[in-house]
């Protein structure tokens, strides 16, 4: 087992390490600025992004998520970096919280491009992939609902009622990421084609230009008072929204199987980010702890305080660990076989984050809980990661199942002889 970087899975990450070091750090107190504005003005573009996109879309340094695969469309594709290249440049990424966008691989977008890339059709894929795909517009995942529980898709209500050439959209969406960014222009929403179909075959995904009329935006919903702008999580209001039959992906009934080959990346995206965000805090909590004198000596020099550094290291090195297998699974053995590992990772590394980040706010003391340092907004985002994508509790019991199935495959090739060191363990 080699831990070695490859020639190009270094090149990709300093690549990216050294943008993030000349452009993005520096603009950092531009970025801030946006926010002390008031109103309506903070919902606007955030110029020195626009200015770090250009620059970095110049570089090449642009939709380095979009890895190569069957469904490669030439006119459609991404420098071609593996799960495991990208996740090194996603942990540089992450260690500034708007990073992945000036690089186009914010989400929703990255899943949405993946979305259309893998089952648009040419037409939709010339109206909404190419101009994602250029940064030129933004866009929004539709799933979520307020009145169930959505993080079992199948309870999804939101009604999609075809008449004639038309599809009739009615429901209530919420933690609609994106909404609030006036360069929003499609949303991909699932909702229910059939409701007498089989469980899994009653979703269809379909493309909803966000100006359409009868969409309503009820709100913006706040993490932990943290409203995102101009990104936002919007609580939405669909009805009769209507679209032309043509904007249904794959077709009637194929939402589940679009969600789950959409969320796989998804996820891992996220993690690979999270151990960014962690090193950042880490470093935040060092820097604090060797500067900072109580009770006649540095904090650093507490052996509380030791412990948590010596713990907060082990953690970040086993989540990347993690991180890193599963996206070599990705890669060599497909999504589907690297389900346990994504799994894992899912659940893991906002918990690990999170641990790292409530040590670095205690050892700032009550400045950890002000904007000053940015711990807070650092905790609020990772809380939320815990929830996104599928909560723990999900992950969890699949984790647990795929476990079990594992163990009872053993005891059957146990019980039939075929494979002698199966016997299983007893205490």
Known sequence: MDFGLSERETYWRDRVRDFMAAHVYPAIPAYNRHFTQEGAARWTVIPVIEELKAKAYSEGLWNLFLNKSEHDDPDYAGPGLSNLEYALCAEEMGRVGFASEVFNCSAPDTGNMEVLRQYGTPQQKAKWLRPLMDGEIRSVFLMTEPDVASSDATNIQTSIRREGDEYVINGRKWWSSG?????????????????????????????????????????????????????????????????????????????????????????????????????????????????????????????????????????????????????????????????????????????????????????????????????????????????????????????????????????????????????????
């Not at 929003?184 to 966000?210: F, N, W, Y």
């Not at 984790?399 to 016997?423: F, Q, T």
Request: with cysteine.
């Open 179 to 427: 909404l609030g960014d006036p360069r929003c222009k499609v949303a991909v929403l699932m909702g229910k084609t059939d409701p007498e179909s089989q469980r899994h075959t009653q979703q269809s995904q379909i493309l909803v230009p966000t100006d359409a009329p009868g969409i309503e935006i009820v709100r913006m919903l706040p993490v932990f008072g943290y409203d995102d702008a101009p990104h936002g999580h919007a609580e939405v209001v669909l009805r009769d929204v209507r679209v032309p039959v043509e904007n249904v992906l794959l077709g009637e009934g194929r939402g589940f199987e679009i969600a789950q080959g959409r969320l796989g990346p998804g996820r891992i995206h996220h993690c690979m980010r999270t151990i960014g965000a962690a090193e950042v805090a880490l470093e935040k909590m060092v820097d604090r702890l060797t500067s900072r004198i109580a009770f006649g000596k540095r904090l650093a020099d507490q052996s509380v305080w030791e412990q948590r550094i010596g713990e907060a290291r082990l953690d970040i090195e086993a989540s990347r660990l993690l991180c890193l297998k599963a996206a070599d699974m990705m890669d060599k053995a497909g999504n589907k076989e690297a389900q346990l590992e994504i799994a894992m990772i899912k659940v893991s590394a906002p918990r690990m984050a999170l641990r790292v980040i409530d040590d670095a706010i205690q050892a700032h003391g009550g400045g950890g809980l002000s904007e000053d340092f940015g711990l807070a907004r650092a905790y609020a985002g990772q809380r939320a990661l815990r929830i996104a994508d599928g909560p723990d509790e999900v992950h969890l019991r699949a984790i647990a199942r795929l476990e079990m199935g594992r163990h009872a495959a053993r005891m059957r090739a146990w019980r039939e002889g075929a494979v002698a060191d199966a016997a299983p363990v007893r205490a």
